[in-house]
């Protein structure tokens, strides 16, 4: 579809404007623009400049978003934390005090939640197994209008995994728990060094379509560190198709998000009276300073609206499946959910007003076969992360960890199954294209991560301008 001529004007003129601000290569900047003199105006390989999110993130979608997330169906998630690690064997951080993540008494989930929460299916019917779950139902059953069980028992009826990006728990395992998002905050934990790189590292070397000869720059587990393997691996990643190298900058803008969480949320204090979590600005350089970083900090934070555009567009795209009238934010109470389904639509709708999305069309969009076996590829690679997660030691970071991979999972279902999407009828048949409670709470929450990040951006840029 050509882009209306108005906006390729205006276009036209955001990016005349960033070139203007951009300043000569190798000015010795100040601490501020050693971080954020690539964050700014146009973006590569989308339609997008970042002031033009900032505001927009910062102003509409933030605050609203983090009324959401607090409310009950959003702040508690279902997730298997001691599964084993598929790969090798984790060396336990449980030693770690703020690496412990406490699980929910489980009489503090709303009813509603844990009862929507057993799976449906055809065979269900059947097997003896799930009388249990009849039951269950059934004591809930008294409370609930026959016509709300119903509705949610068809939202919750099955998983697709053959469209699924990410190995989804079996949240049916008694190993599965409920986890207050709320009270488990992701920050610094303290767990880092050799345990915590060798999960990015499998991520990135074995999981980014990355061939062994060509080095990620700055791996301390590598040997020989230089220019020259940043050279190497940039040349190699503009030569990949525009689809492998969005799949490199999504994973490395989630570690960028990630890192800026635990550089805004740093242990400062930490005595028998008193434990104090704030700003690290000396934390955020050390991972994000152009001259402490050989030119890779920008480049991440770069990559981290690269991942805010993704799991946007995302969002803009499957708001008629959170339209249809059966759709609840179901957890028993009525007037409740009904505000925050409201809330949710009011935040959707703004989002799909966002002027400036990433065009996703223009992945996937080659020879069909071509496509559809690059997608497949994609999706296999992007389960093995998901199953990487069960091998973070830091059990609170593998909440977090877990819960991001699987929202950007959805996120990546959510623009790859666009036609069903938009052919959904408003009303009728239950849909074709579904996501189960657990698919939606990592959503949000993880698009509540990404959107924390970009806005604690600006705290950073303040904090480092203080500096000089
Ligand atoms: C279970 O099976 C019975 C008869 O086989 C059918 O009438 C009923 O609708 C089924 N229930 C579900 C939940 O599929
Ligand atoms: C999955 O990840 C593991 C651990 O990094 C790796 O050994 C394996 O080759 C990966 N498999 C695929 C299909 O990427
Ligand atoms: C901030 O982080 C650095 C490491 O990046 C650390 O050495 C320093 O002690 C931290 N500052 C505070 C106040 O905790």
């Avoid at 190699?236 to 805004?264: D, M, Q, T």
């Avoid at 690269?306 to 009525?334: C, H, M, N």
């Avoid at 949710?344 to 076996?373: C, M, T, W, Y």
């Avoid at 408003?426 to 990040?453: C, D, M, W, Y």
Wanted: with cysteine.
């Amino acid at each position: 579809m050509p882009r209306p001529p108005l906006r390729r004007l205006l276009l036209l003129l955001l990016l005349a404007l960033a070139a203007a601000q951009e300043q000569p290569p190798g000015a010795a900047g100040s601490a501020e623009r050693r971080c954020f003199c690539q964050v700014t105006g146009y973006l590569d390989d989308c339609t997008c400049d970042v002031e033009t999110l900032d505001a927009f993130n910062n102003y509409k979608v933030f605050p609203r978003l983090q009324t959401l997330l607090e409310s009950d169906y959003f702040r508690y998630y279902k997730v298997n934390l001691k599964k084993r690690c598929p790969f090798w064997n984790v060396i336990s951080h449980c030693g770690i005090r703020d690496c412990a993540v406490e699980p929910c008494q489980s009489n503090k989930i709303p009813d509603g939640i844990r009862s929507a929460s057993y799976k449906y299916s055809e065979e269900a019917n059947t097997s003896a197994k799930d009388c249990e779950e009849e039951e269950r139902l059934g004591a809930v059953d008294e409370s609930l209008s026959v016509k709300t069980v119903e509705a949610v028992r068809k939202w919750t009826r099955h998983d697709d995994a053959a469209n699924s990006f990410c190995e989804a728990d079996d949240i049916q395992s008694p190993e599965a728990e409920y986890v207050d998002l709320l009270l488990n905050p992701e920050r610094y934990t303290g767990y880092k060094g050799p345990d915590a790189w060798r999960i990015w590292n499998s991520i990135y070397e074995e999981n980014c379509f990355k061939p062994q000869s060509i080095k990620r720059p700055l791996n301390p587990l590598t040997s020989g560190r230089g220019e020259n393997e940043g050279n190497m691996f940039y040349s190699w990643l503009e030569g990949l198709c525009v689809e492998k190298r969005a799949f490199y900058k999504l994973i490395s803008g989630l570690h960028a998000s990630i890192n800026i969480h635990l550089s805004a949320r740093y242990l400062l204090q930490d005595t028998w009276s008193k434990k104090q979590w704030g700003h690290n600005v000396t934390e955020f350089q050390q991972r994000f300073d152009e001259l402490l970083t050989q030119g890779e900090g920008p480049r991440r934070l770069k990559n981290l609206y690269f991942i805010y555009l993704i799991e946007l567009r995302a969002l803009s795209k499957v708001l008629p499946f959170f339209e249809r009238p059966d759709f609840q934010l179901f957890t028993g109470d009525k007037d409740r959910d009904g505000e925050v389904k409201s809330l949710l639509l009011e935040i959707l709708h703004s989002v799909k007003s966002f002027p400036l999305h990433f065009d996703e069309n223009s992945l996937f969009a080659g020879n069909q076969r071509e496509a559809a076996k690059l997608k497949e590829e994609f999706r296999l690679h992007f389960r093995n992360i998901s199953r990487i997660m069960d091998c973070v030691g830091c059990i609170k970071c593998r909440l977090w960890g877990k819960l991001q991979t699987q929202g950007l999972g959805t996120a990546l279902k959510i623009l790859f199954s666009e036609s069903q999407i938009e052919n959904m009828p408003e009303r009728g048949p239950s849909p074709k294209f579904h996501l189960t409670r657990q698919e939606i709470v990592a959503l949000f929450n993880a698009f509540g991560r990404i959107s924390t990040s970009v806005k604690e951006l600006e705290n950073f840029r303040g904090l480092l301008q203080t500096l000089q």
